[in-house]
T-cell receptor, first 111, second 113 residues
Framework: DVKVTQSSRYLVKRTGEKVFLECVQD?????MFWYRQDPGLGLRLIYF???????EKGDIPEGYSVSREKKERFSLILESASTNQTSMYLC??????????FGPGTRLTVT | GENVEQHPSTLSVQEGDSAVIKCTYS??????FPWYKQELGKRPQLIID?????GEKKDQRIAVTLNKTAKHFSLHITETQPEDSAVYFC????????????FGAGTILRVKS
């Protein structure tokens, strides 16, 4: 079974803090993704990576950065958290053009 | 880039009835169309997908149809059951960016028993 794990299920941070969200997959997938999920807006892609040290901007990259130093690990960084970044963050991984396996999500609240 | 629109945003059906969710996409080069189901408090999971070289695919009570000319695809659930209640997302592959998917906004399906 594919396993995608995320470092936290719930996180509360203050405005201006630097926030790290980590995602780990155990299936040697080359593709990894970070999404943001908000009611009525579906899943919006923030960044994705198709190889170690490679990254591509998604549809809403502003205010975020990513890091992929190892194949199994993909980190999302909020350089200076703001209240409009309060959301559910979902990580996913895939092999080729195929099913994306999602992590359990991190509900981030920025106060 | 690719744009995916999904309708309806909410759908209520009686147990045993059929449910249909429709999506349109903008990029005629898109060639992969998955559907994900997300139950309350859980992660999205793939339930069925279709590639552009086929027009229809079935898996027990669910089916997906694709009309490439009109650039739309639909999810059909027959004999709905209470456990089908969930949020359903369609998606289309944005070919220009490899394995990137663009998702629709989601449909909340409620099956009333």
């Amino acid at each position: 079974d594919v396993k995608v794990t995320q470092s936290s299920r719930y996180l509360v941070k203050r405005t201006g803090e630097k926030v790290f969200l980590e995602c780990v997959q155990d299936m040697d997938h080359e593709n990894m993704f970070w999404y943001r999920q908000d009611p009525g807006l579906g899943l919006r892609l923030i960044y994705f990576s198709y190889d170690v040290k490679m990254k591509e901007k998604g549809d809403i990259p502003e205010g975020y950065s990513v890091s992929r130093e190892k194949k199994e690990r993909f980190s999302l960084i909020l350089e200076s958290a703001s209240t409009n970044q309060t959301s559910m963050y979902l990580c996913a991984s895939s092999f080729g053009v195929a099913e994306q396996y999602f992590g359990p999500g991190t509900r981030l609240t920025v106060t | 880039g690719e744009n995916v629109e999904q309708h309806p945003s909410t759908l209520s059906v009686q147990e045993g009835d059929s449910a249909v969710i429709k999506c349109t996409y903008s990029d005629s080069a898109s060639n992969y169309f998955p559907w994900y189901k997300q139950e309350l408090g859980k992660r999205p999971q793939l339930i069925i997908d279709i590639r552009s070289n086929v027009g229809e695919k079935k898996d027990q009570r669910i089916a997906v149809t694709l009309n490439k000319t009109a650039k739309h695809f639909s999810l059909h659930i027959t004999e709905t059951q209470p456990e089908d209640s969930a949020v359903y997302f369609c998606a289309a592959r944005e070919v220009e960016y490899g394995n990137k998917l663009v998702f629709g906004a989601g449909t909340i399906l409620r099956v009333k028993s």
